[in-house]
């Protein structure tokens, strides 16, 4: 499906985030029905190494609850609250397992999953990915991001046939990612980098080498228009309504 999938791709961010709580089921399930082709989503391992969907490292910021969400059993931190703090009309939405998007929307749209063992590179999220998305059958469905390219070289050595994102991080500290060191680390398939990274050169460099670029993230209509018309091969946004709506405008 990574193949066939409509460029530029409009990847809703943590599902669509500007319109539900982030890394829910809500955000996923409302992607679908706003026509999001592919959605970017943040997968990590809990204290007895089940696979969740959430994007901090701390639990503090989107739900009731507090500490770090690796030292944190799968059973507890499915009692806490994940959509009161976006609105009250999602409260009682839980942190989703991977396997419980998975069931959900995985055979309705593709997914970017992004390996964030950024406090624990070593750990076997990756290993553990890979077989979740072969149980599901999802190998044509999924691509794997990381700004661990370690991670991805593992994810890799399971499922050859998945597609690979290396995420660059913004400005200098990204720059080996975005140039030849980051294609010695990792043979990937699309480069990542952050929005104000995104120039038409470094476009240009990747098509060059027959690798795509997805830009995250892109939430303003002047900015969309920009990467649209340089020929961007992706979009991680918040509101992909808004990004229809610019491209119904571009007739591309
Ligand atoms: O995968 C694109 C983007 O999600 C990377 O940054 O911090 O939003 O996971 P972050
Ligand atoms: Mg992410």
Not at 22 to 42: H, M
Not at 58 to 74: D, I, K
Not at 91 to 120: D, R
């Amino acid at each position: 499906m990574y193949q066939e999938l409509p460029r530029p791709t409009i990847f809703a961010h943590r599902g669509s985030k500007a319109h539900a709580p982030e890394n829910t089921l809500a955000a996923f399930k409302l992607a679908v029905s706003q026509g999001a082709p592919a959605i970017e989503l943040d997968a990590k391992l809990t204290s007895d190494g089940e696979i969740v969907v959430f994007h901090d490292q701390t639990l503090n910021r989107t739900t009731n609850g507090s500490g770090a969400v690796g030292n944190t059993p799968l059973a507890a931190l499915k009692e806490l609250d994940a959509g009161a703090h976006f609105s009250q009309a999602f409260k009682g939405e839980k942190i989703p397992t991977l396997a419980e998007v998975f069931e959900t929307v995985g055979h309705l749209l593709f997914i970017n999953v992004e390996l964030t063992n950024y406090a624990t590179p070593r750990d076997v999220l990756p290993e553990k990915a890979a077989a979740l998305v072969a149980k599901f059958g999802l190998q044509q469905r999924v691509m794997f991001s990381s700004f661990n390219h370690i991670a991805l070289q593992r994810a890799h050595q399971q499922l050859p046939g998945v597609p690979l994102g290396l995420l660059a991080l913004p400005g200098m500290v990204g720059a080996a990612a975005r140039s030849w060191v980051g294609r010695r680390w990792v043979d990937y398939q699309a480069i990542h980098p952050e929005v104000r990274d995104a120039s038409p050169r470094l476009i240009h460099s990747a098509h060059r080498r027959g690798r795509r670029v997805h830009v995250w993230t892109v939430n303003q209509r002047a900015v969309m228009l920009r990467l649209f018309q340089a020929g961007v091969d992706g979009i991680f946004t918040d509101d992909p309504p808004l990004a229809f709506s610019v491209l119904s405008e571009l007739d591309i």
